[in-house]
C-alpha cells in the first residue's frame, strides 16, 4: 500500500523559514518523480515544485529562489525548504508521487496534508 505522510507545518512570521517532509512507503522511491500541491484558501490547487528520479526539478514563478525542493533516498523522504515566506504561501501543502510524461508530472499518489501559515 502506497503511503506518503506530510509532516513539518506549522505557523511563522513572514520572512521567517519552514521545512515540510513527505515520507513514502509502499512504492520504490528511487524509481518515482515527486512533488508538492499547495491549496490556498479560495484558490485552485497548484504546482509548486517536483523532482524528478533523475534529480531535475521544477519549480512554479512564484517560488522560484525561495523554495528548495530535494529528496533523501536513504530515508524515502521528500523535503520542501521554504525561506522568505510570505503571507501569500500560506496554504495546505500536499506530498504526491506519481511520474512525468511529455515534461508534464503526473501525480498518482497523494498524501493527506500539513498546513502552512505565514502571518503578515
Known amino acids: 500500500e502506497v503511503q506518503l505522510v506530510e509532516s513539518g507545518g506549522g505557523s511563522v512570521q513572514a520572512g521567517g523559514s519552514l521545512r515540510v517532509s513527505c515520507t513514502a512507503s509502499?512504492?520504490?522511491?528511487?524509481?518515482?518523480?515527486m512533488g508538492w500541491y499547495r491549496q490556498g484558501p479560495g484558490n485552485e490547487c497548484e504546482l509548486v515544485s517536483t523532482i524528478s528520479s533523475d534529480d531535475s526539478t521544477y519549480y512554479a514563478d512564484s517560488v522560484k529562489g525561495r523554495f528548495t525542493i530535494s529528496i533523501d533516498d536513504a530515508k524515502n523522504t521528500m523535503y520542501l525548504q521554504m525561506n522568505s515566506l510570505k503571507s501569500e504561501d500560506t496554504a495546505m501543502y500536499y506530498c504526491?508521487?506519481?511520474?512525468?510524461?511529455?515534461?508534464?508530472?503526473?501525480?498518482?499518489?497523494w498524501g493527506q496534508g500539513t498546513q502552512v501559515t505565514v502571518s503578515s
Open positions: 504526491a508521487a506519481g511520474e512525468t510524461y511529455r515534461g508534464i508530472f503526473r501525480p498518482g499518489y
Open positions: 509502499g512504492f520504490t522511491f528511487d524509481d518515482a518523480d
